[in-house]
């Protein structure tokens, strides 16, 4: 499966973005999806999943509340809606997919997925 993720640009303390995670080769459905983001000068940090048995969806402490992610089957696509954003949020965001993963937020933001995509610049000014 091949991941593009989209949707970043520069925003304002405050703001939203709605990011995009697109797959070619493959059916979105059939996998967890995560989002994870690394900021400069730090370690990657896993933000939100959803899980490919009853699309069950994690949050890390850190954008609980202000972050939802979705699945939209039609579009083949997995979104991550921000709001609230703060300039600690600003970090290349990428998405990655487990075939048929069912695992708990807390392992994937540990270990990651199988396959990733590229990620997507988010710029958060104060």
């Known amino acids: 499966v091949q991941l593009q993720a989209s949707g970043g640009g520069l925003v304002q303390a405050g703001g939203s973005l709605r990011l995009s995670c697109a797959a070619s080769?493959?059916?979105?459905?059939?996998?967890?999806i995560g989002w994870f983001r690394q900021a400069p000068g730090k370690e990657r940090e896993g933000i939100s999943c959803?899980?490919?048995?009853?699309?069950?969806?994690y949050y890390a402490d850190s954008v609980k509340g202000r972050f939802t992610i979705s699945r939209d089957s039609a579009k083949n696509t997995v979104y991550l809606q921000m709001n609230s954003l703060k300039p600690e949020d600003t970090a290349v965001y990428y998405c990655?997919?487990?075939?048929?993963?069912?695992?708990?937020?807390?392992?994937?933001?540990?270990?990651?997925?199988?396959?990733w995509g590229k990620g997507t610049l988010v710029t958060v000014s104060s």
């Open positions: 990655a997919a487990d075939l048929f993963g069912n695992y708990s937020g807390s392992y994937y933001f540990a270990y990651g997925m199988d396959y």
């Open positions: 080769g493959a059916t979105l459905d059939y996998y967890a």
């Open positions: 959803i899980t490919y048995i009853g699309d069950r969806t």
